[in-house]
C-alpha cells in the first residue's frame, strides 16, 4: 500500500497569512500518461469533505484561487494564499493512482 | 445536478453485519469512467477510504471484511462489512467518482450516516 505522510499535522495561521502543507507519498503516483494522481480535500466538521485539487495541481470547480497545489511522483504541496476564517479545517492528500486508496493523516489549519 | 445519500441502520451490534446503501441521482454508474467510492471517519480521526464499485463492476475494497455492489435499476450502491468491532465506530460517507486518465476524483459525496458499533 502507498503511505501517504502529510506535515505539518497543525496549522495556527491569522487571516490575510499564507498556509503551505506538505504531503510525501511511499512511492511514486505518476501515471503512464505522466499525471499525478493526488488530490487535496477539505473537511469542516458537519460537511462532507470538498475536493480542492485534483492530479497534483488542478483546481476543482469553484475553488477559491488561493489554493495552488503543485508537485508531481512524490513530493506534493498545498498552498493557500491570504487564508480566510472560513478555510479552517482539516485538509487531506489522497493518492487514486491504486487501490487501496489512501489519505495522509490529515493536517488541521486553525485561523487565530 | 448530482447527489448522494447514504442510508441504514445507525446502532449496530459488535459481530454483526452493517449493510448501507448509498442512492444516487444526477449521473449512471452504467457511464464509462464513473465510480461510487466509500469512505469513514471515525471520531478524532482521519478520513479512511473502504472500497470502490467502477461502471464496469469492478470492484476493489480494503479488506476482505467489506463488500461493494450495485443496483443500477434502482440507482444504489450497497456496501456490507461484516463482524463488526467496536473500533468500526464512524461516520460513512460515499462518494462519486470521476475516473479516467485525466480525472482521478471524488467530488461529490453524501452528507454521511453515523454508525455506532455497541451491545
Known amino acids: 500500500d502507498i503511505v501517504m505522510t502529510q506535515s505539518p499535522l497543525s496549522l495556527r495561521v491569522s487571516p490575510g497569512e499564507a498556509a503551505s502543507i506538505s504531503c510525501t507519498s511511499s512511492e511514486s503516483v505518476m501515471g503512464s500518461q505522466g499525471y499525478s494522481y493526488l488530490g487535496w480535500y477539505v473537511k469542516k466538521p458537519g460537511q462532507p469533505p470538498q475536493l480542492l485539487i485534483y492530479l497534483s495541481s488542478s483546481r476543482a470547480s469553484g475553488v477559491p484561487d488561493r489554493f495552488t497545489g503543485s508537485g508531481s511522483g512524490t513530493e506534493f504541496t498545498l498552498k493557500i494564499s491570504s487564508i480566510e476564517a472560513e478555510d479552517a479545517g482539516i485538509y487531506y492528500c489522497m493518492q487514486v493512482r491504486q487501490t487501496p486508496f489512501t489519505l495522509g493523516a490529515g493536517t488541521k489549519v486553525e485561523i487565530k | 445536478q448530482i447527489t448522494l445519500k447514504e442510508s441504514g441502520p445507525t446502532l449496530v451490534k459488535p459481530a454483526e453485519t452493517l449493510t448501507l446503501t448509498c442512492t444516487i441521482s444526477?449521473?449512471?454508474?452504467?457511464?464509462?469512467?464513473?465510480?461510487v467510492g466509500w469512505f469513514r471517519q471515525p471520531p478524532g480521526r482521519a478520513l479512511e477510504w473502504l472500497a470502490l464499485i467502477y461502471w464496469s463492476d469492478d470492484r476493489r475494497h480494503l479488506k476482505s471484511t467489506l463488500t461493494v455492489a450495485k443496483d443500477t435499476s434502482k440507482n444504489q450502491v450497497v456496501l456490507t462489512m461484516t463482524n463488526l468491532d467496536p473500533v468500526d465506530t464512524a461516520t460513512y460517507y460515499c462518494a462519486h467518482m470521476s475516473s479516467t486518465h485525466t480525472t482521478g476524483y471524488f467530488d461529490f459525496w453524501g452528507q454521511g450516516i453515523p454508525v455506532t458499533v455497541s451491545s
Open positions: 444526477g449521473f449512471s454508474l452504467t457511464t464509462s469512467g464513473v465510480a
